[in-house]
């Protein structure tokens, strides 16, 4: 349950922040919708390929792919002038999508009894690949290898899960509250 | 019958895509053919990613592959000025490189029983997937997000055949005409 | 073991370099990391994919991926003004790694059999993956697709191997520092 609460919150928020950046680039309706898409399943597919979960898993996920439609859609029908103004919601999006796929990687790569190094190191790169493969079909060098700031709390995340520090819903959700914060 | 046509179409045509692309970046002969390949592979790749068969199936293509590095030869092979003269034919080989893919992984989504959303992303990814690695490679923003004009004909092959308008193999020769022209 | 002392160099080699370039580009500390893990272990998992082992064989190889961040560690411990005289190791680290990795996917796609044309490619593949996905993070264009001359020494090896000229432990070693020297 978790599971699926974090993969949908990281899901609508890296959709957003994925469909955000295609219209500052005036990528047109699909860059948009591509860019939306990707950025919302890019980290999921990493995380799959690299705990060796197949990667075609993600075509089950009808409602997460729904929300993720939905979610475009909405950035998309958005007025652009109103978008300038929320240009910094990008970033808190991010965030958000950050710290749940980061917690989620580090659960997956902690029930498959990884040792820490690979909890963190899974936590790290589920968190932000979809994050770095937006930004590279965006043309720009990837945010979250420059600003320091958003991958402390993703080796943080690990370290905790890693160290089985939290275990229980509470617990998670309250991790995901602290990193997003 | 009708797959393998395909496959062969739209593998010449992305190998003579990427090898054009990488001559216009003045990358060597090695980038050459590395964008050739993966620009005939990468979309294919992609698609057996999404849809869980194994990537390894396409070193069985034996002659997928030689037909790859022979299109790539003969661009190889072209005088750099008559080059400039058809600069216009690399659009046109991705156009039908797009269209064929598209319709390709379509109708594997198809067969296996996705529902029609991911079908038609299915074809989207599939068909552009190859043109997108071939950018990023030669350090561009990927065409496909920018361009409208290609995405709506990926589109609309996944619509068609999701919606099970196109199953036999006349219809899908149409729609591939009707797509590249 | 012909193996793992190849892929160990690799993975230094690899490590380092992808550090080095993090740190030109003014990476933070976890762009330095994620870059030097990247390029380590790239090529690796690029390879596996396209061979059909899972990729998340990788996460077996603690010796490998400890040495890897030990690596990189020490290539971020040392002083910034040391690191600009020693610029020029990057490429010589980049061509050890290409050589390893070079040989060592010579030797797997030639253990399962697969023909000449696809050994030499899974050479050339498994040998400039990291370093291509080490450049499109650090905003480059791929090196290895402009410098003809790393290229050539992964077709060698591709070559060599696929003919069953150097099956024998002394004559790899051998090869590799030909194609290091």
Redesign the interface.
Known sequence: MTWEVLSMIGTVAFAISGAFI?ME???????VY??G?VTAFGGG?IRN????V??????EQ?IF??LA?LSITIVFLFPSNLLKHWQRWGNFFDAIGLAAFAIQGAIY?SNMG??L??VI?AA??TG?GGG?IRD???????L?????I???WA?LAGLVIGLGMANKAVELYGLFAVITA
């Open positions: 295609a680039e005036e990528y047109d309706i699909f860059g591509i860019l898409i597919a390929l690299l705990i060796g197949p990667v075609s898993a993600l075509w009808g792919f729904n439609l790569a990884h040792p190094s690979a190191v790290v790169l932000s770095i590279l079909l965006a043309g720009r060098k990837p979250v290898l420059k600003a320091e958003y991958a402390v080796v």
